[in-house]
């Protein structure tokens, strides 16, 4: 069984929860490789909903293994919490999941730095999650940060405790007028923390090419989307990690020729949560509609997302980027009510029209996007679990999707729930 990667292809909460979730069973291992608890993966079945965060979708099937990768950033009273309420929904979590020890923790500061600078921003926020994600990145790539193996070793964590909070503390009451942190609480919970996880901290690269080299199957979780990548999303309204397929080389230790397979999972039509360029977006009874349909708001923030057209051009950007070799095509139901469905096709920059997003260009405001009208189905596609059921107007939609980006469209989603699917 080769190796896959589950990734968003557009600006997050695409369904990767949904998919990952679906796929599990063909695979051995689900490995997380960047992200923290900014991602919101949600998973349905029968009566049963999950919200996961950190840890990934694969915790839900029982005898799959799985690891928080090295290029994520761990809070480790939110990886607790988390894992508190996946017992109480009968989750069992004992030696099925495991933390690389080579990843980076997020810190008190670092959650309190992330909202200081977004109300100091103003106009001008991110709108970040509020995680202490960036600041938590800033470290790692700063080269102080603290990383998962330092809270096994008493002196080296109070060092670098004490160190961060010595630039930590002045920046944050100076620069933002807020509270402190003591060094010394800090180090009290997060040394109780190292002790409550030290069963499952490893060297998550061995472990994983060890299982690679064993012939277990690996899932690889993306979190986030495409067009929130630092290097390649629309900087600076981005996320701190590399969201694309390059970032599970880096984010596990495991090298491309082990990932065999990519899944773009993408949805019918676009969303967005946070400030930054939407250029499908719909602000009027329209966006609305498709936030009520689809019950767009966010798992982890409960914002309501913006709402848009499907975006051509952010999917052809998508497919290059990660090399995606089938598309998941998610909440096709919530488009059944729409007429006439309009489609970004492309972008016009000054007379030149570009089929992949001109992220320049979009970001000095500077294109007008190109759209074509496709026929809506007017009639519910919602839990289809055949090709062949769907109305033919949903099927040229598909059809045209496909052509357009040159993948193919191998799952359709038709509802939340892991049964509301189409494989084709
Ligand atoms: P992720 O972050 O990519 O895992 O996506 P989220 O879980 O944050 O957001 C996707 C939302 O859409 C969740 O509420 C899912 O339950 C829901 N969802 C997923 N697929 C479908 C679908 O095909 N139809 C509908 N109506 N909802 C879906
Ligand atoms: P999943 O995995 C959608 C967005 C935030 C903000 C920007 C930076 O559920 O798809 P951050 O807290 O990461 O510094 O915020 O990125 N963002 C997401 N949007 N889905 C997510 O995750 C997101 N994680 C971060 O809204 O615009
Ligand atoms: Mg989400």
């Not at 923030?301 to 952010?314: F, I, M």
């Amino acid at each position: 069984m080769p190796n896959v990667a589950v990734i968003g292809s557009q600006w997050g909460d695409e369904g990767k929860g949904k998919i990952v979730d679906l796929l599990c069973e063909r695979f051995d291992v689900v490995a997380r490789f960047q992200g923290g608890h900014n991602a919101g993966h949600t998973v349905k079945f029968a009566d049963q909903h999950f919200a996961l965060r950190l840890i990934p979708s694969g915790i839900l099937h029982p005898g799959k293994l799985c690891l928080l990768g090295n290029g994520m950033v761990i809070d480790p009273e939110a990886l607790l919490d988390e894992i508190e309420k996946l017992r109480a929904l009968g989750v069992s979590i004992d030696g099925n999941l495991k933390i690389s020890d080579s990843a980076h923790c997020i810190l008190p500061y670092h959650k309190a730095l992330d909202l200081a600078r977004e109300a100091a921003a103003g106009g001008g926020k991110i709108g970040t999650t509020g995680r202490g994600i960036g600041p938590a990145y800033e470290t790692k790539v700063g080269r102080f940060g603290i990383r998962v193996a330092d809270l096994l070793d008493p002196d080296v964590l109070r060092t670098r405790i004490e160190f961060a909070c010595s630039e930590k503390n002045p920046l944050l009451q100076t620069v933002y007028g807020c509270e402190t942190f003591d060094p010394e609480k800090l180090y009290e919970a997060y040394i109780r923390y190292g002790e409550v996880l030290a069963d499952r901290i490893t060297n998550g690269t061995l472990w994983i090419n060890e299982q690679i080299r064993s012939r277990k199957s690996v899932m690889f979780e993306g979190a986030q989307g495409t067009m929130l990548d630092i290097d390649h999303g629309t900087y600076p309204f981005v996320t701190s990690s590399n969201t694309v397929v390059g970032g599970i080389c880096t984010g596990l230790g495991v090298a491309p020729k082990h990932i065999n397979r990519v899944i773009g999972v993408a949805k019918a039509y676009t969303t967005r949560v946070g400030s930054g360029a939407f250029p499908t977006e719909l602000l009027g009874e329209e966006g609305e509609h498709l936030r009520r349909r689809g019950n767009e708001f966010g798992t982890v923030t409960g914002r309501p997302r913006r709402t848009g057209w499907l975006d051509l051009p952010v999917l052809r950007t998508s497919v290059m980027l990660n090399g995606i070799d089938e598309i998941a095509l998610t909440k096709l139901d919530v488009l059944d009510e729409i007429a006439e469905i309009p489609v970004c096709t492309g972008y016009n920059v000054r007379g030149k029209v570009w089929k992949t997003f001109p992220s320049f260009a979009v970001a000095h405001g500077d294109y007008k996007p190109e759209y074509r009208t496709l026929k809506g189905w007017a009639q519910s596609t919602e839990g289809t679990t055949s090709y062949d059921a769907l109305p033919q107007a949903a099927k040229d939609y598909i059809r045209f999707v496909e052509d357009e980006i040159e993948a193919k469209v191998t799952i359709v989603s038709t509802g939340p729930r892991r049964e509301e699917t189409i494989v084709r």
